[in-house]
T-cell receptor, first 111, second 118 residues
Framework: GEDVEQSLFLSVREGDSSVINCTYT??????LYWYKQEPGAGLQLLTY?????DMKQDQRLTVLLNKKDKHLSLRIADTQTGDSAIYFC???????????FGTGTKLQVIP | GAVVSQHPSRVICKSGTSVKIECRSL??????MFWYRQFPKQSLMLMAT?????????EQGVEKDKFLINHASLTLSTLTVTSAHPEDSSFYIC??????????????FGPGTRLTVL
């Protein structure tokens, strides 16, 4: 079945790196995603990784995928106060449309 | 990225009334739209998949008579919460799916609608 879990909260100081972790259970995941949700707003796609990749870097964002352990992480370098938000990982399984979201991690950046 | 709008952004209604929420894809045609519900401090729960010109597919546990979905055009899907009760109070988010040449799921999310039922 599909079950995606994340820790609920992470607090970091401005300028430090943030690492948000996610575990999933469905080994047939094709794509894995990271979304950002700012207060009162919808979700914004940050990045995604195909399941046969180990790592993807996009400016300050680095995604690491350990398919054996079903573990996905998002590293944000030089975290800024504008990065404060809830971050959701999501896995795509069962075809090209259905996406299952994780529980969300609230990132608090302390100035 | 593409733009998806939702209207209204916030609505307060009395118990027993019905509320309609609109989801529009502004710059592309979306054959498929999704409706999610988000509880405080919790993840998004997929409620239903809305396909243009056909009946919506509801997830297990979601009452189809309670949450009516209509996807009458390629740019508009509506969710009507019928006979709303306080337990229906939530943040409702839609997304529109844009078909790509790969199997990558390109979903664009609306800003959400905060429903409060008194």
């Amino acid at each position: 079945g599909e079950d995606v879990e994340q820790s609920l909260f992470l607090s970091v100081r401005e300028g430090d790196s943030s690492v948000i972790n996610c575990t999933y259970t469905d080994s047939s995941s094709t794509y894995l995603y990271w979304y950002k949700q700012e207060p009162g707003a919808g979700l914004q796609l940050l990045t995604y990784i195909f399941s046969n990749m180990d790592m993807k870097q996009d400016q300050r964002l680095t995604v690491l995928l350990n398919k054996k352990d079903k573990h996905l992480s998002l590293r944000i370098a030089d975290t800024q106060t504008g990065d404060s938000a809830i971050y959701f990982c999501a896995e795509q399984t069962g075809g090209y449309q259905k996406v299952t979201f994780g529980t969300g991690t609230k990132l608090q950046v302390i100035p | 990225g593409a733009v998806v709008s939702q209207h209204p952004s916030r609505v307060i209604c009395k118990s027993g009334t019905s509320v309609k929420i609109e989801c529009r894809s502004l710059d592309f045609q979306a054959t498929t739209m999704f409706w999610y519900r988000q509880f405080p401090k919790q993840s998004l729960m997929l409620m239903a998949t809305s396909n243009e010109g056909s009946k919506a597919t509801y997830e297990q546990g979601v009452e189809k008579d309670k949450f009516l979905i209509n996807h009458a055009s390629l740019t508009l899907s509506t969710l009507t919460v019928t006979s709303a009760h306080p337990e229906d109070s939530s943040f409702y988010i839609c997304s529109a799916y844009r078909r790509t040449l790969t199997s990558y799921n390109e979903q664009f999310f609306g800003p959400g609608t905060r429903l409060t039922v008194l």
